[in-house]
């Protein structure tokens, strides 16, 4: 079956009833992932542009030293003069990935432990006359041996089997999909704890808790190296979790990043949440608002989950050619203008609490402001926000007279 994204046109194997095309036995293809990559091809046209000055040999600030030994296994390294930067796209299955980094002028390489999933790779390179390498291998030990620009991990659920090869053979960008939400999100609370070393707590802003959970394993996991991992964009759909890091730094970096991770304190009566940085956590016996014993999650990542500029030219990268273009676009503007703190509330959980009917977004963002405070919209769900008030401060703002 061939199938059109972006500038590309490539075969995946035919859907079978039932099934979305590719799940099975067969290589892996999900046609709902689409706005996954438009965003990923979208990111590495900015990411591009971003390093444009420094890709062609004249530097490499963020290498963070030769763990891997660089040298003849540094693919395209900092020292090759004139090149296109690299990318890795490490569990590629039919290499739809690759395939648009390489038309968008990544030298793309493209691996996949099973040899059907290479060998359609294969096949869409060439059909799509693009160069790029194609590798029969387990990702960590091609990650292991070889040195990319970028990394991009996209497996089947949790990434964390790989994220230590992943941060030491990435020079500059990470790009990592999780599609184990109920883990992350603390549905799977003991799954959570054992793949992210964070206790997650299942709250009402769960899309965001998996995020930071996420955040937080892949932060620890490059300081160990002495890398400081920061987000230049993250979203949340319903089956996923995508992140895209720049690594850099060295130790004190690293500190810097690690500075970044804390505890959220919340009760589950009145949706009060507070959050304190440092790895020890001092919750308070009682909810502040209303009594209720509060339920702590941690160490999460606290810090800013996007650029707010570069996501803004990740937005004016998504291109008209895309098929989900629109989608995007909104997405991405939703997420610039967030605001940095953490974490979401969503309206009409907070009305069902307070035994009011929920009222239109824009009207319940301009009384928060109205009084004094900070609002946005949130692209976490259609009536999400976040907001400089507290949960008391946010029910007396809004309530009508
Ligand atoms: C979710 S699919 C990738 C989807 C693809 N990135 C896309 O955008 O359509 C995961 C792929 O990872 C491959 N894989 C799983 N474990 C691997 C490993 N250790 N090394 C390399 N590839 C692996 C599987 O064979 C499968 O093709
Ligand atoms: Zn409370």
Redesign the pocket.
Known sequence: MDVSEGTVEIEVPEARDGAAAGRGET????PE?EL??DVTVATLRAYRERIGADSDGRGDESGGGSENGGGSNDRGGSDSGDRSPTYL??????G??GVRAAASGWAATL????PD?AALCRTNLVRNDLDGAVVT????ALMAAERFDAV?L???GTPI??ADAAVRSARRLLCVTA?DTAPLCGAHRASGIRKYGCVPVTTEFHPEMGLRVLLSALCRTAARYDRAARPLLSHVTRHYVRVYLELGGGASEANAVIDELGYVHWCQRCLFRAHEFGLIAHPSDACPNCGETLATAGPIYLGATRDRAFVERVRGAVSDDMGTAKRARKLLGTIANELDRPTHYDQHKLAKRWGRSASAMDDFLARLREAGYEASRTHYGGTTLKTTADVAAIEAATARE
């Open positions: 290589v892996f293809y999900n992932q996954n990559r796209d490490a569990t590629a299955a039919s739809v990935r691996c996949d432990r099973d999933a291998r387990d990702a960590n991009d996209d497996p089947f089997p790989f599609t």
